[in-house]
């Protein structure tokens, strides 16, 4: 299985003076949902276009299985590009069932396969409607269908989520999580921090066209810096400030967050806190990916 | 599902560059043969080409076509008189005898005959018409008093007037041309304008939908999915194929409906295989011309992303269709045979729209026509070439206009 995973190897990409992508460097593995967050114009849209074919990188290469992606791969591709679009004045039965056979697929397999996934995303009904008499979201699940109509060995998708309705993300997340379990590589972008948490198995954060973290969802909330919270609610404003190394990053009543710098002693912060009197809360934190994001894209910044 | 294919990606599901075309020339094709403004746009035009050679029969039916007079009492000989003099002044009379006046004069109050003639032997024919004596049935009603006065004398003074109506009619000139001009017939040339005007809406309204149609694939942004599949040049190739054998199907029904309604009816005066020359060389120049224009047409979509924009930038393409065309409609009826006209019809940029038309108002030396050929054929290669690269470069490119120079340097 391993050998059928997706890599993105030292892909660089310049728009004059412009750095799109700069050593751009990861993989994808087979039967894994992985997670690509990033800033708008961090690279996640070129990255994806270049793994499509429809940008050509400067330089480094996408290989699938250890092979260079050529045209013939791509073909089991399954792309979902960020600027939507099909033809609007096309019906939506046809145009799944021409999407396949662009894929490769023949004509009777194109038409039973379009047809059930316009059943599994709810849009069957509307197979003979143009698709520009859909309403947005039901044009959000015929694109969906056209990435999957082939039934493709690999996904990429750019933004899969926006646009959809709470149902839509529910069909969406599971049918991600159904490809994964069947062996495919599967990349999606997105800003909604929480589902790529629920839903990946890795996660990369890029900035500025590189990759600056990569890792499980876990893994990297483990790496990164925990915040202490306590409370004490007869403490006196200011009396953690009194431990070696602590920073109040955030006060809410009587509970406040702290940051330990490295070597400081939490222990001696709960002394501190018993020392003005009861402590109802005592824990440490561990950051979500959204404050991990907010973390690595700052202290980058910095850097 | 499970096990995924070879990155090769050979198998069942591999896709060849035939294959890919067939696949965007058939979608091309069925989209625009199911769309309503196709079927009744092909469908007005027809009704107007029928329209049109209803109408030039109406006008033909009151001109050199046969006109049945009456002759009152005549027998074979005058009978054949009236017609051999009609035939002398290209009047196609066709005569018969009417037994009495009365039942004679009905029948031109009925219309059946144009006119009821009496011959007397003082000179005087009388004419008997409805209203008014058409000026070509005068004439040859004129000539016929003289002759039937002269041959009243020759007959007095003992002669015999056949043998000198055979001698007189022996007489003429024995006329020798060094180098004749064409004689251009007018059948032909009304044949050429309508070619010409047919071959012109046809470039025009191709090439238009080919450039709206790559436009199209911008401005809804599927093109981003295409390019994923298949190649730039396949699409491009594709959608060239589909939309112009749609227009193929356009041109061979006007031509057919129009060549073989006239034939039918008896407008056009031409042999059969000279109409069907001018149909046949009308669709062999129609897709020369088509997949010239087409590519270029297809290249200069390609550089905008918004249909608002597409006029501006085929504009210099569709120049060259316009340019042709009027020139051609403007220049070859009333000089069939100008010098410029027969110059710009061989170049290959103007040859789709003159070439066809002095093809059909005949007179074309056969090797300006090869020549003509042989440079579109040879052209069309390059300028596929440097479509596709343009179209290329510039196709991916959602948002601002893509200038020339950045498409051609990718």
């Known amino acids: 299985m391993a050998e059928s995973s997706l890599q993105i190897d030292h892909l660089s990409k310049r728009y004059g003076s412009v750095v799109a992508l700069d050593d751009m460097t990861f993989d994808v593995r087979a039967g894994e949902v992985f997670g690509f967050v990033g800033s708008n114009g961090a690279g996640k849209t070129t990255t994806m276009r270049i793994v499509l074919g429809v940008l050509s990188a400067d330089s480094g290469e996408v290989r699938w299985a250890g092979e260079r992606i050529d045209l013939a791969s791509r073909r089991h591709i399954g792309y979902m590009p960020e600027e939507r679009g099909l033809y609007p004045k096309m019906k939506v039965g046809e145009q799944l069932i021409y999407l396949a056979r662009l894929h490769g697929m023949p004509a009777g397999a194109a038409r039973s396969a379009a047809e059930q996934w316009a059943e599994r995303l709810g849009v069957h009904g509307r197979w003979d409607d143009e698709l520009q008499k859909l309403s947005l979201g039901n044009q959000q699940r015929v694109q969906l269908a056209a990435a999957l109509v082939h039934d493709p060995q690999i996904l990429v998708l750019d933004e899969p989520f926006s646009g959809l309705d709470p149902v839509a993300v529910d069909v969406m997340s599971q049918v991600l999580a159904e490809r994964a379990a069947a062996g495919v590589p599967v990349i999606f972008s997105s800003h909604q921090l929480d589902l790529v948490q629920r839903l990946c198995h890795r996660v990369g954060i890029v900035k500025a066209g590189r990759m600056v973290a990569l890792g499980g969802v876990d893994e990297l909330r483990a790496g990164a810096e925990g915040r ?37 002693d939490d222990q001696a912060v709960l002394a501190a806190a018993l020392a003005t009197g009861p402590v109802t809360e005592f824990s440490w934190r561990r950051p979500d990916l959204t404050e991990l994001f907010r973390h690595v894209v700052t202290t980058q910044e910095a850097a | 599902m499970s096990s995924p294919i070879g990155a090769s990606g050979a198998g069942p599901a591999a896709l060849n560059s035939m294959a890919a075309i067939r696949l965007v020339a058939g979608r091309e094709l069925s989209t625009r043969l199911h769309s309503k403004a196709f079927r009744v746009m092909t469908l007005i035009v027809l009704l107007m080409i029928v329209a049109m050679v209803v109408v030039f029969k109406l006008l033909a039916g009151s001109g050199p076509s046969m006109v049945q007079v009456g002759v009152l009492q005549g027998d074979a000989q005058q009978l054949a008189q009236v017609e051999a003099t009609g035939t002398a002044v290209g009047q196609h009379l066709s005569a018969v005898a009417v037994s009495n006046e009365a039942a004679g004069r009905q029948q031109v109050v009925d219309g059946d005959l144009a006119a009821l003639i009496e011959p007397s032997t003082s000179g005087q024919l009388r004419v008997v018409v409805e209203t008014k004596l058409d000026t070509g049935l005068q004439s040859a009603l004129t000539v016929l008093a003289r002759n039937m006065a002269l041959d009243n004398q020759i007959s007095s003074l003992g002669g015999d007037p056949a043998t000198v109506n055979a001698a007189v009619s022996n007489a003429g000139l024995d006329l020798q041309v060094l180098s004749p001009p064409h004689q251009y017939d007018v059948a032909q040339i009304v044949l050429g304008s309508v070619a010409g005007i047919l071959i012109y809406l046809s470039l025009m309204t191709g090439g238009q939908l080919v450039a709206q149609g790559v436009v ?195």
């Open chain 2, 216 to 410: 199209e694939e911008k401005s809804s942004r599927v093109v981003e999915l295409l390019l994923a599949t298949i190649r730039p040049w396949e699409l491009m190739t594709g959608k060239v194929l589909g939309i112009g054998l749609l227009g193929l199907i356009q041109v061979a029904a006007y031509g057919i409906v129009g060549v073989g309604l006239a034939s039918a009816l008896g407008v056009l005066t031409l042999s059969i295989s000279a109409a069907a020359g001018t149909v046949i060389w009308l669709i062999v120049w129609y897709l020369i011309g088509f997949v010239m224009y087409a590519f270029a047409f297809a290249a200069a979509g390609a550089l905008v992303s918004r249909q608002e924009d597409a006029a501006g930038v085929i504009m210099p393409v569709l120049i060259f269709v316009i340019v042709g065309y009027v020139l051609g409609i403007s220049v070859l009826p009333s000089d069939p045979g100008n010098h410029l006209v027969s110059v710009l019809s061989v170049i290959p940029l103007f040859a789709p729209t003159l070439m066809p038309m002095r093809l059909a108002m005949g007179g074309v030396p056969a090797w300006e026509a090869a020549l003509a050929l042989v440079l579109a054929l040879a052209m069309i290669p390059a300028l596929a070439a440097l479509a596709g690269r343009i179209y290329r470069n510039a196709v991916i490119h959602i948002g601002a206009r893509v200038s020339l120079r950045k498409a051609l340097a990718g």
């Open chain 1, 228 to 264: 202490l919270v306590v409370t004490a609610p007869q403490g006196p404003p200011g009396w953690a400030t009194i431990v070696p190394g602590v920073t109040v990053t955030a006060q809410d009543n009587a509970t406040v967050t702290l940051q330990l710098a490295p070597g400081a």
